[in-house]
């Protein structure tokens, strides 16, 4: 899921009992007052954590978009995957 709030992705850490770690919540802590960059940083941290998924061998990926659509393409377009019909 594409981050895009740092209240939100703070609140569903709360919420499922786990803790963020700690590089996540400084990078995004640093852009928290700038919404373009720290959307950026957002698809950029969902975009690294994918690329780990597949380098490991994650047969698929599976996004919530939350009606957040346009950043989960963004992802998937920085991936660099192959089309897919």
Known sequence: M????LKSITRMAELSG??????VVDRLT???DDPKEF????????SEL???LLAEGAPGLHFYTLNFSSATREIYR???L???V
């Open 2 to 5: 594409p981050v895009t709030s």
């Open 18 to 23: 786990y803790r963020l770690p700690a590089d």
């Open 30 to 32: 640093r852009v928290d």
């Open 39 to 46: 959307r950026k940083v957002g698809i950029e941290l969902a």
């Open 50 to 52: 994918c690329r780990d």
């Open 78 to 80: 920085s991936l660099e």
């Open 82 to 84: 192959p089309d897919t």
